[in-house]
C-alpha cells in the first residue's frame, strides 16, 4: 500500500510553464516573458532603452502559471 | 520494493527529454551557470574536451573559470581540465560548484558549502582533481545547491535558478577570508551545461 506513495510518478503533477528573465547588463531592469525557441542563459538580445547597455537572458526556469 | 524509485526515474528521463530538444537548462545546470556568468566578456580558452576556461579579477585575486562548454548538452572533462590548470597555475585554493542530492525534508535550492572535490559522475574526474590538489597542498571547498534526482534531471525550477546571486556573494566571502590580494583560485562550475553560454 505504502509504495506508490513513496515513489510513483505523480500523475496529478501541475505542467510547468518555462520562462525567460531578461535584464539589462547595467540597470538591472527585470523583464519576465514566456519562453522562446532559441533562448539561451546568458544570450546577448539587444540594447537597453534606458541606458544603451546590453540586455541578456539572466535566467531561464520552469514555474507554476498563477492562478488568476 | 525499487518498482517506484524505478519508475520516477524514468518518468523524469521522459520528462528530461523534451527540456533537452529546446536546449532548455536542467537542475544540474546551475554549477556552469553560476560560473558563466562569472565569464562573460572574458575570453574562453579551450582546456580539455568540451571544457573551457577564463582569467577574471575577483577582489585583486586572479580567478581562473573553469566549465563544460555550452550551450550543447554536455559536462566536459572538469578532472583533466582542473588537474592540468593546478600543475600550470599553482594555485592557493579551489572552489567546486555544483548541484548536490537533497534529503527528502530538504528546501530545493538552499546552498551549502563544505570542504572537498564537489563533483558526482563515476568517480574519475573526482579521483583526478583530489589527487591533483593533494599533491599541491591546495585547499579545496565545495558549494553545492541542493535539488532531487528527479530535479536535477528535468528543467530547472525557480528556486534552483535563483541562487546565482547566493553563491555569488559564497565565493566572494571565501576568496576574502581564505586568500591574500594577488593570489591565484580556481572556480569551477560542474555541471551539465545544457541552454547555458559563457
Given amino acids: 500500500m505504502s509504495l506508490p506513495i513513496m515513489g510513483a510518478p505523480d500523475k496529478k503533477a501541475k505542467k510547468l510553464t518555462v520562462y525567460t528573465i531578461e535584464e539589462c547588463v547595467k540597470c538591472k531592469k527585470p523583464d519576465k516573458r514566456e519562453f522562446k525557441d532559441g533562448d539561451l542563459v546568458h544570450k546577448i538580445l539587444g540594447k537597453c532603452k534606458d541606458c544603451n547597455e546590453n540586455i541578456m537572458i539572466s535566467l531561464i526556469y520552469g514555474e507554476e502559471p498563477k492562478k488568476n | ?198
Avoid at chain 2, 556568468?37 to 571544457?51: C, F, P, Q, R, S
Avoid at chain 2, 583530489?130 to 525557480?158: D, G, H, R, W
Fill in chain 2, 1 to 198: 520494493m525499487i518498482i517506484p524509485f524505478l519508475m520516477l526515474q524514468a518518468d523524469a528521463l521522459n520528462k528530461a527529454m523534451a527540456t533537452f530538444k529546446k536546449n532548455q537548462p536542467i537542475g544540474d545546470a546551475i554549477g556552469p551557470m553560476i560560473v558563466g556568468k562569472l565569464m562573460l566578456e572574458h575570453d574562453k580558452h579551450d582546456i580539455a574536451v568540451d571544457t573551457v576556461y577564463a582569467e577574471s579579477d575577483i577582489s585583486g585575486r586572479k580567478a581562473i573559470l573553469v566549465t563544460a562548454k555550452g550551450p550543447a548538452g554536455t559536462v566536459g572533462q572538469p578532472g583533466n581540465a582542473v588537474q592540468e590548470l593546478i600543475n600550470k597555475e599553482n594555485p592557493s585554493l579551489l572552489i567546486m560548484i555544483d548541484a548536490a542530492l537533497k534529503l527528502e525534508g530538504e528546501k530545493t535550492g538552499e546552498v551549502a558549502e563544505g570542504i572537498g572535490a564537489a563533483i558526482g559522475g563515476i568517480g574519475v574526474d573526482k579521483f583526478k582533481i583530489e589527487e591533483a590538489a593533494t599533491n599541491s597542498n591546495l585547499p579545496v571547498y565545495a558549494i553545492v545547491v541542493k535539488q532531487s534526482l528527479v530535479e536535477a534531471i528535468s528543467l530547472m525550477t525557480k528556486e534552483i535558478a535563483e541562487s546565482v546571486d547566493t553563491v555569488h556573494n559564497i565565493i566572494n566571502r571565501i576568496i576574502e577570508e581564505r586568500t591574500n590580494p594577488d593570489d591565484k583560485i580556481i572556480i569551477v562550475g560542474v555541471g551539465n551545461t545544457i541552454g547555458v553560454i559563457q
